[in-house]
């Protein structure tokens, strides 16, 4: 297949997507909640839009463009994947194969079903593509390899894969920065980057950074329009339990029915609670973030003032070029 064959197969694929059937939908969503109770046909539903949307034929190509793919040299590239939301492998596949290697996939039991759900349309429209993927139990006479694990995984992944060139992927979380006059469409956006995938991917907020005088109430009662959030059962038992333990340790923490906003100078939050840390001005605040920069995956602000940070609202929609850890998979597959 050439390149241009490629795109127009997954800018086929997105538009597929886009037009799945609700009965379609509520069927993958089934059995894909079956294996992961965390999977819910809404979230389900908003990775599948995530991805429809840069599987844009324009996008594809100017994202693409700066890379030369090697035309003649197709590799076999290991791929560990994650299972922690909805189709969380779905950009390495993409990179894989937009490449013109052989993607072989190793999935995480958390997440089974979606892969091989979108994999079966993508090869209806385009069957050449049931050449160049497997989904494997384990991973075997591979090129090149690409995981994502945990700090604990990721140093087994390292020692595992250290006779191939390798991408090795490791704990990430994301802050947002409050500045003072947000407006409520502001803090409501920024409060779909808390809750969406109930908090459970890299590039969900589980910390804030407020200034000194910041009155965390107004927000809070924004955010109150989640508190459905709750009527889930595996985050309302993280809820009461952080709750509870706090109650317990005389801990101070302001609750709003949904989530709990704890002080405190640590990155990652537990499950239904979201930390928050005062800064003093400027200088203050980059030195905390910059303590964590080896760590975060996003950092938001209002319409992206601070240097480096995206919009609120845009944490869950990365474009094709948001690589995870900041590592160019593209760069690294045309290399190979």
Known sequence: MTLEERIAAFSKLGSRLKQLSKNDLETISDKARVKNPWFTGDSIKLSLDGISIFLDQKKLENWLSPYSINKSSSKTVGVAMAGNIPLVGFHDYLCILMAGHRAQIKLS???????????????????????????????????????????????????????????????????????????????????????????????????????????????????????????????????????????????????????????????????????????????????KIALHSEKLQCVLSAKGWFPGSIDFGKAQTPELEDYADNVDTMKFLAAL
């Open 109 to 287: 039991n958390q997440d089974a079903e979606l892969l091989p759900f979108v994999h079966s349309i993508l090869t209806e429209i385009e069957p050449r593509f049931s050449d160049f993927t497997s989904f494997d139990e384990r991973l075997h006479q591979y090129d090149a390899a690409i995981a994502t694990g945990s700090d604990n995984t990721g140093r087994y992944f390292s020692y595992y894969f250290k006779n191939v060139p390798h991408i090795i992927r490791k704990n990430r979380s994301s802050c947002a920065i409050l500045i003072g006059g947000e407006t409520n469409d502001e803090l409501g956006a920024l409060g779909n980057d808390t809750f969406h995938y109930f908090g459970l991917g890299c590039r969900n907020v589980s910390k804030l950074y407020i200034p000194e005088e910041y009155d965390l109430i107004p927000l809070l009662r924004e955010w109150e329009k989640f508190n459905d959030i709750v009527h889930h059962n595996k985050y309302a038992n993280n809820y009461n339990y952080q709750r509870s333990i706090h109650l317990t340790n005389l801990k101070h923490f302001y609750d709003n029915g949904a989530i709990l906003m704890v002080e405190s100078d640590k990155l990652v939050s537990p499950i239904s609670v979201l930390f928050y840390e005062r800064y003093t001005d400027q200088e203050d605040l980059k030195s």
